[in-house]
């Protein structure tokens, strides 16, 4: 049996326009799929927010530039506040007020010399060494302070052995008139105390160069403080100015005494006053006061 030969070629002729249709589509697949060669590449879309606008349509997006990070807010240093000098007030003059005149403590002036040191004697002098000590008895003021002079001369004799050697009289010239441990301040035949002639003598008695003397000048007292030798003198009070009183005594004998008689040692001097040991203390008196109540007493000392 001979085979048609029509049948082939009508395949032939149907299966080209298909390899041709195959051909474009793979050629199209691989342009647009393929390996990348001519594929432009679809930029992945990173998600960005989505701001959504209110009052906008909710379908209405903005995609928002990719996220850059705001600037982390360097906080501009706040100015710390720094108190502005109160422009320190250039001192307005104030009105200062005159100084009223507050009297200023000023040193006590000493008087002017009233008699004023001659016959070439320093203008002051001070005699150290001479100790007080008080008295043991409420009229033993002329025991004590001789006991105290003899001491300075290196004459060792007692308070009390000086008062109980002393003779007993109403005459304050001849002895010891009145207790030792009477009332201060009255004068003969009550109790009193002893003038200066009683006193040197017992000192003579006890080995000291001791003179007793009325009418004795402010002159001669600095001459013996400028010698060295400290003076016992016959005052009233702590040298207060006092008056002379005339006193007779039994023996008819008259003498001058004073009301608060007491005995003190003059150690110094200057142009204006005297310095004292009386008893346990010392102080300096004027020229006025020491001569007032030097004279009521007649002058009275005893020297070395």
């Known amino acids: 049996m001979t085979t048609s030969p029509v049948k082939p070629n009508r395949f032939i002729y149907l299966s080209i326009p298909l390899v041709i249709l195959l051909a474009a589509g793979a050629f199209f697949t691989i342009r647009t799929q393929g390996f990348g060669y001519f594929v432009t590449p679809t930029p992945t879309i990173t998600p960005t927010s989505t701001i959504m606008l209110v009052g906008a349509d909710s379908n209405a997006t903005q995609t928002a ?7 982390t807010d360097t906080p501009t240093p706040t100015a710390t506040f720094t108190p502005t000098p ?3 007030p250039t001192p307005t003059a104030t009105n200062t007020p005159l100084p009223t005149n507050t009297p200023q403590p000023q040193p006590t002036a ?3 010399p009233t008699n004023a040191p001659v016959d070439g004697l320093p203008s002051s002098f001070q ?3 001479v100790v007080g000590h008080a008295q043991s008895h409420m009229l033993s003021c002329e025991a004590r302070a001789a006991a105290d002079w003899a001491a300075f001369y290196g004459v060792s004799v007692s308070e009390n052995t000086i008062q109980s050697a002393l003779p007993v009289s109403d005459n304050p010239d001849v002895g010891f008139v009145g207790n ?6 009255q004068i ?3 109790d009193y105390g002893v003038h200066a002639g009683p006193i040197a003598s017992v ?3 006890y080995g000291a160069s001791a003179t007793a003397s009325k009418g004795v000048s402010l002159s001669e007292i600095r001459r013996q403080i400028a010698s060295g030798n400290p003076v016992i003198v016959w005052v009233v009070g702590a040298v207060w100015g006092g008056s002379p009183v005339s006193y007779t005594a039994s023996d008819g004998s008259t003498t001058t005494v004073a009301y608060y008689e007491h005995v003190v040692i ?6 204006t006053g005297f310095t004292f040991v009386d008893g346990n203390s010392s102080y300096w008196r004027s020229n006025a006061s020491f001569a007032s109540s030097f004279g009521a007493l007649n002058k009275m000392a005893i020297t070395h």
């Not at 530039?65 to 600037?71: G, K």
């Not at 003059?266 to 142009?271: F, K, P, R």
Request: no cysteine; hydrophobic share 25%; net charge negative.
């Open 65 to 71: 530039t990719p996220f850059q990070p705001l600037p």
């Open 86 to 88: 109160t422009e320190t």
């Open 110 to 112: 000493k008087p002017l």
């Open 127 to 129: 005699i150290t060494g």
């Open 180 to 185: 030792v441990n009477g009332t201060w301040g």
């Open 188 to 190: 003969p035949p009550n």
């Open 203 to 205: 000192l003579i008695n």
């Open 266 to 271: 003059v150690t110094g001097y200057d142009e």
